[in-house]
């Protein structure tokens, strides 16, 4: 166990002094390395981490609660933790180059033992209308990067074309064979830990109101955009470029379906993961972190494209929409809380079980 | 109140690390590598590596190839493709307790798309800001409303953005513009602007074939032009037009887009994260990308066939660039280290 006599050894090399909000005080040479369970991984919040309109991350931090601020200047914002229940929170900030260095800033922190943590990513969506409402939670067990393409104005490509995005070293869209390094592309989950987090969660019932019935109701011709919000399973495509329209859609559905050979099915659209996930696989390979432990779970504030009867420019901007903007923010907030602390709870309740379990 | 006393920033990964710090005068990164970093078909990291005194080779799970430090200090890295991977392994980097690189300067040197109003095949660009262009709002551009130029447009807007004040639009990201050091661009343009590149014949019948722009068809040279960073390996001459005002909103009416790279707003990044425990000094950091491919077609031509057309003799010019015109500023550095280290030339 090196790693612990390097720790010791960085706290003499170093003198870190850390001092910490409320009950937690690390003293001015020493500090104790703080064993974490589950990593609550958010991606963005609004003002303060409590008590005024609330992101991602707030809910965690009232509710669960975190209650000690860990500091991390090389992080987005500062840390949160619960030292009894032995949970992390961090907030990555937006898009993948920023979720990359908070997550590898986090990883690399010997100030925590991550050695045996389950990280639980869950933040907010945009959902595809052909699968799933506003409101609803659903667990990814593949992740694509929308970015890492060629691209070309689809008004300057050849008339057959579908997309103006190509695969990396490929010349047409979803050119056959599949470049068999994908450069970072794609991420596989630990399908079992998925199916048990989706197991777990399938039931339970998500927040459902007149504005959120309102808002699916516009999206005639499309059932599963009009249920009520429920739990499930589906693929995520992660982009800094927050896409939306119709061909735009279709375009995630068959880069996610091609980078998957076909096992998985475009359900959210997210800014994050791709960068989030390329630091977890290199602290993984360098042994800090085990990527089986890892969860994504991403609820869905709006639809990826419009409805019938608007132009993607208009749902885009949210002028059209029944209420404005994003109607589903808050239920998408509560339901990706609801959901998570479901998993993160039965980890942390029954330890014994999952210590070494995936 | 919170207190927070970063004494010395160098807390790291966990390596076993008996020994103090390597003091690095200058960290080389790189980007791209064709197979092993020595010994076969050279990319941007080899040429470094088998033109350089290597003293020590470094293990490095955190990134795509391992880590060669030469006699001088000179640290040599490659990130591998795209915005995430560079992010993630120069945070690894930077937080590696093996490296002191609190004093070292860092030179971004690699291949890129060059914008045919500005470059030739195998000249090179110093760059005074990098610009994110993944951080947008898109809509496929067959389905935009006619008035506008293209589907790119800033995160939260309503439509394309026209003046710089159209960018400020409730989404706060500093994560798209990074302005580097322009005196230190500029001294290193200076210390560069006189050497001679070359490229082969293939290249020359290649760039001739841009009638109308003449700087691109100018044989290889040297000068200064702003890079933009996405992941997105975009072409064709709607999104030139769009790269070019992107550029100005974000960086002002004076910067000129020249170059497109796949990773300078990652490592730019996790180099400003480093910073705020002094692991780095921005100020030190240089920007230089060379031009392996153009970044759109020429008249006449399609994008669809340009876009992954194969480089002109495989890129070979600009690799060569990258090498021959990083390579002199890196040899400055070491050899004047003494006034250096805390002197960075034309300071602000």
């Known amino acids: 166990m090196y790693k612990n006599v390097n720790k010791i050894l960085i706290q003499c090399l170093f003198l870190i002094k850390v001092t910490v909000l409320a009950s937690q005080t690390y003293n001015d040479s020493t500090f104790e390395v703080l064993p974490v369970k589950v990593v609550v991984v958010t991606m963005f919040e609004l003002g303060e981490d409590m008590g005024d309109r609330p992101g991602e991350f707030q809910n965690w931090v009232s509710r669960f609660p975190l209650n000690d601020t860990i500091l991390f200047p090389l992080g987005y914002r500062n840390l949160r933790y619960n030292k009894d229940k032995q949970v992390l929170g961090v907030v990555t900030g937006i898009g993948t180059a920023r979720a990359a260095a908070t997550i590898m800033a986090l990883g690399s922190d010997p100030r925590f033992d991550f050695s045996k943590a389950y990280w639980v990513v869950a933040g907010i969506s945009g959902v595809d209308p052909l699968d799933a409402s506003v409101g609803s939670a659903i667990w990814a067990e593949w992740i694509v990067d929308g970015d890492l393409a060629h691209e070309i104005d689809a008004r300057e490509t050849p008339k057959e074309w579908e997309t103006g995005y190509i695969p990396l070293r490929k010349s047409q869209p979803f050119e056959l064979p599949r470049q068999k390094d994908n450069e970072g592309v794609v991420y596989h989950l630990n399908g079992e830990l998925v199916d048990w987090a989706y197991s777990l969660t399938k039931d339970l019932a998500l927040e459902d109101n007149d504005v959120l019935a309102k808002f699916r109701g516009l999206y005639s011709g499309f059932p599963n955009a009009q249920r009520p919000p429920k739990v499930l399973k589906g693929a995520q495509l992660a982009a800094m470029t927050y896409w939306h329209g119709a061909l735009m859609n279709d375009w995630a559905n068959k880069w996610v379906d091609y980078w998957s050979n076909g096992q998985a099915n475009f359900m959210t659209s997210a800014m994050e993961e791709t960068g989030t996930l390329q630091s977890l696989t290199f602290l993984s390979n360098a042994g800090e972190v085990d990527f089986d432990r890892v969860l994504v779970l991403r609820t869905a504030s709006n639809y990826t494209m419009q409805y019938e009867g608007i132009t993607a420019a208009e749902s885009l901007s949210g002028e059209k929409l029944a209420a404005g903007g994003y109607t589903a923010f808050i239920p998408s907030l509560e339901a990706a809380y609801v959901v998570g602390s479901k998993v993160v709870n039965e980890l942390i309740n029954n330890w014994d079980v999952y210590k070494d379990k995936y | ?348």
Request: contains cysteine; glycine residues 8%.
């Open chain 2, 1 to 348: 109140m919170i207190h927070f006393f970063f004494a010395v920033g160098l807390y790291g990964q966990a390596k076993e690390n008996t020994s103090a710090p390597i003091e690095v005068k200058a960290v080389v990164v790189t980007m791209y590598e064709k197979g092993d970093a020595q010994g076969d078909d050279a990319g941007e990291l080899q040429r470094w590596v088998e033109r350089s005194k290597i003293k020590e080779v470094f293990d490095f799970p955190m990134g795509e190839f391992p880590l060669f430090l030469t006699k001088d200090n000179v640290l040599l890295t490659c990130t591998g493709g795209g915005v995430p991977n560079a992010t993630a392994s120069i945070m690894a980097l930077g937080l590696d307790n093996r490296f002191d690189l609190s004093k070292a300067y860092w030179l971004i040197a690699g291949i890129a798309g060059g914008d045919p109003n500005d470059l030739s095949l195998g000249s090179a660009a110093w760059a005074t800001v990098v610009i994110d262009g993944d951080l947008a709002y898109e809509i496929d551009a067959r389905e935009i409303p006619k008035d506008w130029p293209y589907g790119y447009l800033p995160l939260g807007a309503k439509r394309p953005a026209e003046k710089p004040e159209d960018i400020y639009t409730g989404w706060t990201l500093n994560t798209i513009v990074f302005q580097l050091n322009s005196g230190l661009s500029n001294w290193a343009y200076d210390k560069t602007k006189n050497l001679s590149l070359t490229a082969g014949e293939a290249t020359s019948q290649f760039r001739e074939l841009f009638t109308t722009l003449p700087n691109a068809q100018k044989p290889p040279f040297i000068t200064m032009g702003e890079t933009l960073s996405s992941s997105t390996y975009w072409h064709g001459k709607l999104l030139n037009q769009w790269a070019n005002d992107w550029v100005k909103l974000y960086g002002g009416e004076t910067k000129n887009f020249m170059t497109t790279n796949m990773e300078d707003s990652g490592t730019l990044t996790a180099l400003h994260r480093l910073a705020r425990t002094d692991l780095v000094d921005t100020d030190k950091i240089m920007v230089l990308r060379t031009v392996s491919n153009y970044s759109m077609p020429p008249q006449g031509e399609q994008a669809s066939w340009s876009t992954t057309a194969p480089y002109p003799e495989g890129g070979k010019p600009a690799l060569e660039s990258a090498y021959t015109v990083g390579s002199r500023v890196i040899e400055e550095i070491v050899s004047n280290w003494v006034v250096m280290k805390d002197n960075i030339p034309n300071k602000r």
